[in-house]
């Protein structure tokens, strides 16, 4: 295990099985004096193999610059605690909050947001199913335009391969530019399942609102605001 304590890191840091900076020894703790502020690249790398354990009550964000880096990657998925900032870089296309391509558990009762470009990220990407607890704030990045043309904005939320949402907070879809349509609450794109007694919002737009969720075998039980 390893901590970041009152200091600012500014490359990517690497989960591993010992420290050497820059990777450090999972699980890791960033504590609220703590940050994660990377000029390009990830900010934390779960690296291909071993889980990855974060505890984030500090500041997370990926690179910005037209290549835009993601908050978070764990590529062989893991569970986030978030009390704490976690952003995604932006740029000309926004980069997702955190992204876990082989599932894993996210429990946030602090701030996650996409990056924000031409084209808004989502604030949370989960491409292989898991569990989010939510009783924060998890925001799409805001979208923005390119001579003219408007991008769409990220999605709160989106889960590509099934999973389960549970919101005690806010979720939203970023902001569109003018004329561009805000993004989606959430994203259930092969079904899944949301409880929620918080609020589920579309992004507000220049164009068209965006849906406050939608996906195939979307359930939604609804005991909070959704908009």
Do not use: C, E, H, W
């Amino acid at each position: 295990m390893s901590t970041i304590n009152s200091k600012t890191i500014t490359q990517t840091v690497t989960l591993g099985a010992v420290n050497s900076f820059p990777t450090y020894a999972s699980p890791l703790t960033i504590t609220s004096t703590g940050a994660i502020l990377t000029y390009a690249g990830v900010g934390i790398d779960g690296g291909a193999t071993g889980l990855g354990s974060i505890d984030n009550a500090g500041r997370i964000r990926g690179g910005n610059g037209y290549n835009t880096s993601a908050g978070i990657v764990l590529s062989a998925g893991g569970d986030i605690s978030n009390s704490g900032v976690i952003t995604g870089g932006g740029g000309y296309t926004g980069a997702a909050g955190i992204v876990l391509l082989a599932g894993g558990d996210i429990s946030n009762s602090g701030v996650i947001t996409g990056g924000g470009g031409y084209a808004g990220a989502a604030g949370i990407v989960l491409l292989t199913g898991g569990d989010i607890s939510n009783s924060g704030a998890i925001t799409g990045g805001p979208g923005g335009s390119d001579v003219g043309n408007p991008g769409p904005a990220g999605d709160g939320i989106l889960l590509s391969g099934g999973g389960s949402i549970v919101n005690m907070g806010a979720i939203q879809g970023g902001a569109g530019a003018f004329y561009g349509d805000g993004g989606t609450g959430i994203v259930l794109a092969t079904g899944g399942s949301i409880a929620n007694t918080g609020t589920i919002a579309g992004g507000l737009g220049g164009g068209y609102r965006g849906a406050a969720a939608d996906g195939a075998g979307l359930v939604l039980s609804a005991g909070g605001v959704v908009t």
